[in-house]
Nanobody, 120 residues
Framework: QVQVVESGGGLVQAGGSLRLSCAAS????????MAWYRQAPGEQRGLVAT???????TYGDSVKGRFTISRDNTKNTAYLQMNSLKPEDTAVYYC??????????????WGQGTQVTVSS
C-alpha cells in the first residue's frame, strides 16, 4: 500500500508564492512519476505539472513560467513552487504518484488534497 500526503496549502494574495509538498510512502516503485493536479469548484480536475523519476518535467499551459515542480528521490517527496499566483489558481491541489506509460497512469495513488486560495 502507498500513502500520499500533501501539505503547504493556504491563503495568499495575488502575486504571492506558495510551496506545496507531496510525501509518498509505502510500497513504491523506483520508476514512479509524481504529479500535481488541481480542481476548482464546478470544474474538472486538471494536470498542473509532472516530474518523472529521472527528473523530466511537463507543465500545463496555464502555469508555465510561474510554477516549478521538483522532487527529492531520497525522500520520495515532490514539490510545487508556485510564484506569481493569480486568483484563478485557487483550487484544491492533489498529488498523484504512480507509474506511467506515455500519458497513461497505472498502479497510481492520490493524496487527499490541499486547498490553495489566492485573494485579489
Amino acid at each position: 500500500q502507498v500513502q500520499v500526503v500533501e501539505s503547504g496549502g493556504g491563503l495568499v494574495q495575488a502575486g504571492g508564492s506558495l510551496r506545496l509538498s507531496c510525501a509518498a510512502s509505502g510500497s513504491l516503485f523506483e520508476d514512479n512519476a509524481m504529479a500535481w493536479y488541481r480542481q476548482a469548484p464546478g470544474e474538472q480536475r486538471g494536470l498542473v505539472a509532472t516530474v518523472t523519476s529521472g527528473g523530466s518535467t511537463t507543465y500545463g499551459d496555464s502555469v508555465k513560467g510561474r510554477f516549478t515542480i521538483s522532487r527529492d528521490n531520497t525522500k520520495n517527496t515532490a514539490y510545487l513552487q508556485m510564484n506569481s499566483l493569480k486568483p484563478e489558481d485557487t483550487a484544491v491541489y492533489y498529488c498523484r504518484v504512480g507509474r506511467t506509460y506515455g500519458s497513461l497512469w497505472y498502479s497510481d495513488y492520490w493524496g487527499q488534497g490541499t486547498q490553495v486560495t489566492v485573494s485579489s
